[in-house]
């Protein structure tokens, strides 16, 4: 095992190219720093200086260790600055979650945000459902999770960080052309659905919206992408976040719903008391938002 001291000693009489020197610069006498020397060769193997009475030479093993050596020292003088930049927060990554919907107009805005409060901070992206978000925050795999809600307070703290407006998706060629319309002209629809299961949210937020009007329950899926795919294919309408609409699949118009109260909420999701100095930070930075 080499130690540093090592290291930086043989650093040293090879930019000095003398003991003598290297010595005085390292504030020691000579005969242990020669010693220091020889250990490190025998350590490792090899020959790495060549002496001579009036000057002291690099081997082509030395050229070599000279330079990951040198490498070496670098990285060991800038750990303890490093370790204490993450330790207070100012550098780090954060692992964040992202449902589809919130990747169409809210994600690049809301990480823009986050990279100008804090430039020095890595924010690592990964696709998924709520529902898989949330299991992934449990399990220590995500920091912070863009998730539809309920979550479990208990477990997780949060903050309100968006609201979108639905909009309803027709097939290009539909008896609805004009450029709004009520719930109530949506009595008799086939609509597409969310699934419960994965999509829980927004299963739920669709029959609170259409409780008052009858209407065909077409296919179920759970991405608003697949959604819109079977729109264009005309299976059926869809009640869409507005966010959305970012989205132009061929044959697909996106209708504004008047009179409707209800919105799609994202919330930005972390555990309580998180490990991760980096999240603590964009959390108390969240924390101050209030535009959703």
């Known amino acids: 095992m080499l130690s540093l001291e090592q290291v930086r000693g ?5 930019e000095e190219g003398s003991f003598r020197r290297a010595a005085e610069r390292l ?9 220091q020397i020889q250990k490190l060769e025998r350590d490792i193997g090899v020959q790495l200086l060549d002496r ?8 082509p093993a030395g050229a070599v260790f ?8 670098a990285l060991a003088e800038a750990a303890p600055g490093a370790a204490r930049l993450v330790a207070a927060g100012h550098t780090g990554t954060v692992r964040i979650g992202f449902t589809a919907t919130a990747g169409f107009g809210f994600l690049g805005p809301f990480l823009n945000r986050i990279s100008r409060a804090l430039p ?5 992206l990964s696709e ?13 795999k995500l920091d912070l999770g ?21 909009v309803l998706a027709v097939p290009q060629r539909h008896r609805l052309d004009g450029e709004a319309v009520t719930v109530a002209e949506l009595e008799g629809e086939r609509f597409l659905v969310y699934a419960p299961g994965p999509a829980r949210y927004f299963a739920e937020l669709m029959a609170r919206v259409l409780s008052g009007v009858s209407h065909e329950v077409g296919d179920r899926v759970t991405q608003v992408h697949t959604m819109l ?4 294919a005309g299976r059926g309408v869809a009640l869409v976040p507005e966010t959305a609409s970012h989205l132009h699949p061929e044959g697909v118009r996106y209708l504004p719903l008047t009179g409707v109260r209800e919105r799609a909420e994202l919330y930005a999701v972390w555990r309580r008391q998180p490990s991760n100095p980096a999240l603590r930070r964009v959390a108390d930075l969240l924390e101050t938002w209030h535009d959703a």
Do not use: I, K, N
């Open 10 to 14: 043989f650093v040293v009489v090879a």
């Open 27 to 35: 504030r020691m006498t000579q005969p242990p720093l020669s010693r």
């Open 52 to 59: 001579t009475q009036r000057q002291v030479e690099l081997t």
């Open 66 to 73: 000279l330079a990951e050596a040198t490498r070496l020292l």
């Open 120 to 124: 020095t901070v890595e924010l690592a």
């Open 128 to 140: 998924a459902v709520s529902a898989q978000q949330f299991g992934e925050l449990a399990s220590g």
């Open 146 to 166: 863009l998730c539809r809600p309920p979550f479990e307070r208990t477990e997780f703290d949060g903050v309100l960080v968006h609201r979108d407006p639905l």
């Open 229 to 232: 795919a079977l729109v264009a």
